[in-house]
């Protein structure tokens, strides 16, 4: 089992960069063989893919609003998952989710999670 816990995020201008870590605590399964991905969630939106990984396969998926501007990556080691934030927008603000799945493979559905972080608030100013 895997239990998440985001911070990083914060008040930001327009442009500018954050950058995300998703921690984790696992007991079994090793970390490298779970699916994780980092969703985001706006007021009155409902919740969208942004990245993931596949650590296992050492594989990444971007939506195509922030490719060339946000990276994501980890370390299975330290049991992190990083997302790397340039260049951010104001439409960009909401709160944003790390999720686990335990099966290798790149997914990007919501549904397709059940294990999920409490989030952490990311605000970019206009």
């Known amino acids: 089992q895997v239990q998440l816990v985001e911070s990083g995020g914060g008040l930001v201008q327009t442009g500018g960069s954050l950058n995300l870590t998703c921690a984790a605590s696992?007991?079994?399964?090793?970390?490298?063989?779970?699916?994780m991905a980092w969703f985001r969630q706006a007021p009155g939106k409902d919740r969208e893919f942004v990245a993931a990984?596949?650590?296992?396969?050492?594989?990444?998926y971007y939506t195509d609003s922030v490719k060339g501007r946000f990276t994501i990556s980890r370390d299975n080691y330290k049991k992190v998952l990083y997302l790397q934030m340039t260049r951010l927008k104001p439409e960009e603000t909401a709160v944003y989710y790390c999720?686990?799945?335990?099966?290798?493979?790149?997914?990007?559905?919501?549904?397709?999670?059940?294990?999920w972080g409490q989030g952490t608030q990311v605000t970019v100013s206009s």
């Open positions: 990984m596949s650590w296992g396969l050492d594989t990444t």
């Open positions: 696992t007991s079994g399964r090793a970390f490298g063989s779970y699916a």
């Open positions: 999720a686990a799945r335990p099966t290798i493979g790149i997914f990007k559905t919501a549904a397709d999670f059940d294990i």
